[in-house]
């Protein structure tokens, strides 16, 4: 090897080194962000057999796909669960003691204790009391239900705008990286910002990818309908002012086609979004139900009815009453009645109502009365009052619940019905989110930064420059000695 060939390969040695210095910097500055993937500097030899340096990414293409389908898998069921958990606070948590099966049981027991005493004043004022509670935890209930749906609509709107921006910023990112892919640039840093905004899209919608020449991509949801295909398609979603039992929220649409939404307490959504319109579509609106039958049995179960020899009158809201003043028809969902229930003001002393008519009935009138005498010691219709609580009668098959139960057991049915749900969304949730952490633990294993490893990666450059470093000075001493011989 002559003296100019060997300080040429020594200088190539030091610029690689250069190189490979600058690309193990990166990756430690960069160890703790987790949407970096590590690069390494190899060692590659030309045809003419001259070394340098190609840079190349860390990366698992099957581990990513799963990394991405496991996020939006994890991102719908712990929306689910919060919604869930969003309409058991609404019945008063653990102990769910603001639930309308709690609080009828309550109002149940004081009229058992009225009819056991029917001459007692002060049971009577404790008995409408009660109902008044009921009737306000009915109240407060239905128009929380319909926030949670208000709620829900709000972040649909929100995590929609959020998507059309990352769907625009994801089309500029991959044209750079398709124009650097063709022209032989390094786009490693641009792959990398195209990984995490596909993390982040997949966290909103189920994202389905495929990749083409020259390193493009196209973004398509779960369900099959594009999402990106060279430029980015809409996402649109017109949000709702308000919500009532009777007002259906609108659809989100993807490219024209409407977004479904999830299925079941272990959902089928796939990204938040799904999640959301099933909270605010079938889980809400199906405890509304609930609670507009409950509030239609108390209306029916306290209905006064002529007591006439021969009746000609029709049956008439008792106890309680509601915005429409008659009795709803049996076995319907009558929409929003849990909204307007109210005690019968004919009932409230301070609005000038005797509470005693809960005892003799005539709230609608003498024809009504139960007991015309006012005898204290009458006691048959509190009892009738008492064991209707206790009478199967006929629900709406579209509550959900049983369809022949007493409203004690409809009640507490209601109950059942969103802890089970609530408990196996909680449970898919711990699933998925388990499922989620080790697909990301595994990508990150392929991908990530070991600091440890960079560090016995510079010392090794470090003892690779010192060799190359002696050799140029070697070749100087050798240039320098001839140099000498000459003069």
Same mark, same amino acid.
């Given at each position: 090897?002559?003296?100019?060939?060997?300080?040429?390969?020594?200088?190539?040695?030091?610029?690689?080194?250069?190189?490979?210095?600058?690309?193990?910097?990166?990756?430690?500055?960069?160890?703790?962000?987790?949407?970096?993937?590590?690069?390494?500097?190899?060692?590659?030899?030309?045809?003419?057999?001259?070394?340098?340096?190609?840079?190349?990414?860390?990366?698992?293409?099957?581990?990513?796909?799963?990394?991405?389908?496991?996020?939006?898998?994890?991102?719908?069921?712990?929306?689910?669960?919060?919604?869930?958990?969003?309409?058991?606070?609404? *019945?008063?948590?653990?102990?769910?003691?603001?639930?309308?099966?709690?609080?009828?049981?309550?109002?149940?027991?004081?009229?058992?204790?009225?009819? !056991?005493?029917?001459?007692?004043?002060?049971?009577?004022?404790?008995?409408?009391?009660?109902?008044?509670?009921? &009737?306000?935890?009915?109240?407060?209930?239905? +128009?929380?239900?319909?926030?949670?749906?208000?709620? &829900?609509?709000?972040?649909?709107?929100?995590?929609?705008?959020?998507?059309?921006?990352?769907? !625009?910023?994801?089309?500029?990112?991959?044209?750079?990286?398709?124009?650097?892919?063709?022209?032989?640039?390094?786009?490693?840093?641009?792959?990398?910002?195209?990984?995490?905004?596909?993390?982040?899209?997949?966290?909103?919608?189920?994202?389905?990818?495929?990749?083409?020449?020259?390193?493009?991509? &196209?973004?398509?949801?779960?369900?099959?309908?594009?999402?990106?295909?060279?430029? +980015?398609?809409?996402?649109?979603?017109?949000?709702?002012?308000?919500?009532?039992?009777?007002?259906?929220?609108?659809?989100?649409?993807?490219?024209?086609?409407?977004?479904?939404?999830?299925?079941?307490?272990?959902?089928?959504?796939?990204?938040?979004?799904?999640?959301?319109?099933?909270?605010?579509?079938?889980?809400? $609106?199906?405890?509304?139900?609930?609670?507009?039958?409950?509030?239609?049995?108390?209306?029916?179960?306290? +209905?006064?009815?002529?007591?006439?020899?021969?009746?000609?009158?029709?049956?008439?809201?008792? *106890?309680?009453?509601?915005?429409?003043?008659?009795? $709803?028809?049996?076995?319907?969902?009558?929409?929003?009645?849990?909204?307007?229930?109210?005690?019968?003001?004919?009932?409230?002393?301070?609005?000038?109502?005797?509470?005693?008519?809960?005892?003799?009935?005539?709230?609608?009138?003498?024809?009504?009365?139960?007991?015309?005498?006012?005898?204290?010691?009458?006691?048959?219709?509190?009892?009738?009052?008492?064991?209707? *609580?206790?009478?199967?009668?006929?629900?709406?098959?579209?509550?959900?619940?049983?369809?022949? !139960?007493?409203?004690?057991?409809?009640?507490?049915?209601?109950?059942?019905?969103?802890?089970?749900?609530?408990?196996?969304?909680?449970?898919?949730?711990?699933?998925?989110?388990?499922?989620?952490?080790?697909?990301?633990?595994?990508?990150?294993?392929?991908?990530?930064?070991?600091?440890?490893?960079?560090?016995?990666?510079?010392?090794?450059?470090?003892?690779?420059?010192?060799?190359?470093?002696? *050799?140029?000075?070697?070749?100087?001493?050798?240039?320098?000695?001839?140099?000498?011989?000459?003069?």
């Amino acid at each position: 090897m002559s003296l100019t060939s060997a300080i040429s390969t020594a200088q190539t040695s030091l610029s690689n080194y250069a190189t490979q210095t600058n690309v193990i910097s990166r990756n430690i500055s960069n160890s703790t962000d987790p949407n970096y993937s590590r690069r390494d500097a190899v060692l590659t030899n030309s045809l003419i057999g001259s070394q340098g340096v190609s840079i190349q990414r860390a990366q698992d293409t099957a581990l990513f796909v799963r990394s991405i389908a496991d996020t939006s898998s994890a991102s719908a069921q712990d929306t689910l669960l919060t919604g869930l958990s969003n309409l058991k606070n609404i *019945l008063g948590g653990n102990d769910y003691e603001s639930s309308p099966s709690v609080l009828i049981a309550t109002m149940r027991d004081t009229l058992a204790t009225y009819a !056991a005493k029917p001459a007692e004043a002060t049971l009577a004022q404790m008995a409408i009391a009660d109902a008044v509670t009921v &009737a306000n935890g009915l109240r407060d209930a239905s +128009a929380a239900v319909q926030t949670v749906r208000y709620e &829900a609509d709000k972040e649909i709107k929100r995590q929609v705008n959020t998507l059309n921006e990352l769907l !625009a910023r994801f089309e500029t990112n991959n044209n750079r990286v398709f124009s650097g892919t063709q022209t032989g640039k390094e786009v490693s840093a641009e792959l990398d910002e195209r990984d995490s905004l596909l993390k982040q899209i997949s966290s909103i919608v189920g994202v389905t990818q495929v990749t083409r020449p020259g390193n493009d991509m &196209a973004l398509y949801t779960s369900d099959g309908v594009t999402l990106f295909e060279t430029i +980015a398609r809409p996402v649109e979603f017109q949000a709702s002012s308000g919500f009532s039992a009777s007002l259906k929220g609108n659809q989100v649409f993807v490219d024209g086609v409407p977004l479904g939404s999830g299925q079941g307490a272990n959902t089928t959504g796939r990204g938040s979004l799904q999640s959301l319109v099933q909270i605010r579509d079938d889980y809400a $609106p199906a405890m509304q139900s609930q609670l507009d039958e409950i509030a239609r049995a108390l209306v029916v179960s306290f +209905a006064e009815s002529d007591q006439s020899a021969t009746p000609t009158l029709a049956d008439m809201p008792g *106890l309680f009453t509601w915005a429409g003043g008659t009795i $709803p028809a049996g076995a319907t969902i009558e929409a929003g009645i849990a909204s307007t229930i109210t005690v019968n003001p004919a009932l409230i002393q301070s609005l000038g109502g005797n509470p005693s008519l809960l005892r003799d009935g005539g709230i609608n009138g003498a024809a009504y009365s139960s007991n015309p005498t006012g005898a204290t010691g009458y006691s048959s219709l509190l009892d009738a009052h008492v064991l209707a *609580l206790d009478k199967p009668i006929a629900f709406d098959t579209a509550a959900g619940l049983s369809t022949s !139960a007493s409203l004690m057991e409809f009640s507490a049915q209601s109950i059942g019905w969103l802890e089970l749900n609530r408990s196996d969304a909680k449970s898919a949730s711990e699933s998925r989110e388990a499922a989620r952490f080790r697909s990301v633990e595994a990508l990150s294993n392929i991908t990530g930064v070991s600091l440890d490893e960079e560090m016995s990666m510079l010392l090794q450059l470090e003892q690779s420059y010192k060799a190359s470093a002696r *050799l140029i000075s070697a070749v100087d001493e050798m240039l320098q000695t001839l140099m000498a011989a000459v003069r």
